[in-house]
């Protein structure tokens, strides 16, 4: 069997007129576009915008922008947006009377339609887009073309090996042909040697994470600008149709529209809720589920749904969540003489705690007449608590999250409730500054608990109130983010990209096959990656092996099997690029 001989390494980086030998084999292994160092003194305008235009374009800037923008995008999380809370905006100007001027003008309430952070946004766009396009078009050309032929020395590139063997050349360069080509390489015979090249997934991969980059920021600034999202609180057996005027609140992009709104409409049959009653999970729903009719457009069938956390009811580009629940106390109020001012009327109060504790305001705003007859509005003050610990066993926390032992406590005031005023008022609070309280024996608010059934009789004969029983309310939030699964596209091609630019190499192996002097072919098999990396050389033993069964070792007893490959430890594609 025939020895091997391998080529001598010099373990050095060539210089850059050694590199000339490689010729085109030591071209670039990538699409990253050179960057010749300007002539400063020659520059002129055109000169100088086209240095700005290759700075904003190049990896580094754009990596830089995008860190930029991550950092940009921190105010609006820890500051609140006018956008999405003015409450809590206008809260905040009331408490910082110093600092909210100053993150007025830094637009640092509305930081995601700032002037800074979408010139950010924008030249971030720009240089992703000019970084994609001449890589894209250099890329095409490298598929179009072929793999460059060998250099004339292969002993200078990084990975080599030689042997000696009986076979003829050409018989040695079909070989090499079959095998890289089975090793799914673009391969080709150039001259006297074979020319190959693999990896190419890198360059897409690189090119893919970019342009996911590209279709993110396009579909985060189209949801941003036609997005919308509202709140609605329904009873059971009343309905919502889809339109502002029916929202409890409302928000959405600059560039929405009432015509973006889908056409629907759906009534809430009931809401069904059961909950762990024992253990260390007690009052953990079991069951949280909302049973709803809907129907698409103004005459469309009527169809049945059941919406759950995390399982919306989606309607065209809507989606309807089920966002919270609650109770509602049904109460009739009669005034002095008697009559009815309100009738069997579910209000709706908000839960403080996981077992529904409830606070808020029964308004009589129409109708009611004092012993005096005359016209007055009734307020009160409601606290509900769906399962109450009992008398003498603690104040009024609900125990239970289900309607086990209600008790709705209350506290009457009267005079203006302030809702003719043309302020807005919450309906869940008692504006009390044009209130008069109802005062018990001792001079004190009068208040009562109340079971289902009990009636809380106001003093001086001004009415009653009866607490009839118990409603249950969903709460719903409709959403429409048309960009939202383009965002989530781009984002799983950008770690697909990411991970194959990372993890595949692009690499290029030769092999030369010539007649020796003594008639004996010279097989030489050489490779070189873009970056150092020991896989190159162990794919080229592997190669060399596979070839070697091919066209064994000459037998003249001198040389042996090729069972290692030399590697350089230093030479790579990056130093003959240079």
């Known amino acids: 069997m025939s020895k091997t001989t391998t080529g001598a390494p010099t373990g050095k980086t060539p210089a850059p007129g050694e590199d000339q030998d490689l010729g085109a084999a030591g071209s670039q292994l990538s699409t990253t576009p050179r960057e010749d160092a300007p002539n400063l003194p020659s520059l002129g305008v055109i000169g100088w915008a086209r240095w700005f235009w290759r700075q904003l374009t190049s990896m580094r800037v754009a990596l830089l922008l995008l860190l930029l923008l991550s950092m940009a995008a921190i105010p609006g999380s820890l500051i609140p947006q006018t956008g999405s809370d003015a409450t809590a905006v206008a809260d905040f100007r009331d408490r910082h009377e110093t600092l909210a001027p100053i993150y007025d003008k830094l637009g640092l309430f509305h930081v995601y339609s700032s002037v800074w952070f979408s010139a950010i946004y924008i030249l971030l766009f720009i240089s992703l887009i000019g970084c994609i396009v001449p890589r894209t078009w250099q890329f095409v050309g490298q598929l179009r073309g072929r793999p460059p032929a060998a250099p004339k020395r292969l002993t200078r590139l990084p990975a080599y090996t030689t042997w000696r063997s009986e076979a003829e050349p050409e018989q040695v360069r079909e070989a090499a042909l079959a095998l890289l080509k ?6 080709h015979v150039a001259g006297d040697a074979v020319a190959a090249e693999k ?10 994470f970019h342009i996911a980059l590209i279709v993110m920021l396009i579909a985060f600034g189209w949801g941003q600008l036609f997005k919308s999202e509202g709140n609605k609180l329904i009873l059971e057996g009343d309905g919502f149709a889809n339109t502002l005027t029916q929202y409890d609140d409302f928000k959405s992009g600059s560039l929405f529209t009432q015509d973006d709104l889908d056409a629907f409409s759906f009534n809430l049959q009931d809401f069904q809720g059961t909950y762990e009653v024992s253990g260390p999970n007690r009052g953990t729903p079991r069951t949280y589920q909302a049973n709803v009719t809907y129907s698409v457009g103004a005459y469309g069938k009527e169809q049945q749904a059941t919406i759950k956390v995390n399982e919306p009811l989606e309607i065209g580009t809507s989606k309807v969540y089920l966002v919270s629940h609650g109770y509602a106390p049904i109460v009739t109020v009669r005034d002095a003489r008697g009559n009815v001012v309100m009738n069997n009327e579910a209000v709706a109060l908000l839960p403080l705690d996981e077992n529904v504790t409830s606070s808020g305001a029964i308004k009589v705003m ?18 509900f608590v769906p399962t109450f610990a009992g008398e003498g066993h603690g ?3 609900s125990q239970f999250p289900a309607v086990l032992n209600p008790r709705l406590a209350l506290s009457a005031y009267h005079g203006d409730l302030g ?8 309906v869940y609070q008692l504006d009390k500054s044009h209130l008069k309280e109802f005062k018990d024996s001792k001079g004190e608010l009068f208040k009562k608990r109340l079971k289902v059934g009990e009636t809380m009789t106001l003093p001086n004969g001004a009415g009653s ?23 989530l596209a781009g984002a799983i091609a950008a770690i697909l990209g990411l991970a194959a630019s990372l993890f595949i190499q692009r690499r290029r192996v030769w092999v030369r096959a010539v007649r020796g002097a003594d008639g004996v072919t010279v097989v030489e098999m ?17 190669l060399a092996g596979l070839l070697y069964d091919r066209a064994p070792g000459a037998p003249d007893g001198t040389e042996a ?3 290692g490959v030399s590697d350089s430890g230093a030479a790579s594609a990056e130093g003959a690029e240079n």
């Open 182 to 187: 089975k090793r799914f390489f673009r391969a």
């Open 561 to 563: 099997e090729p069972d």
């Open 526 to 542: 050489a490779g070189l990656g873009r970056s150092e990396s020991a896989k190159v050389p162990e794919e080229l033993g592997e």
């Open 395 to 397: 104040t009024m926390l």
């Open 419 to 426: 809702v003719d005023s043309g302020i807005p008022q919450s």
């Open 199 to 208: 990896g190419y997934l890198r360059e897409v991969g690189n090119l893919a």
């Open 465 to 487: 109130v009866t607490f009839d029983g118990v409603q249950e309310w969903a709460g719903f939030q409709v959403t429409r983010q048309p960009g939202s699964g383009w965002a």
């Open 366 to 383: 129409d109708g009611y007449r004092n012993a005096e007859g005359e016209k007055e509005q009734l307020g009160f003050n409601a606290f």
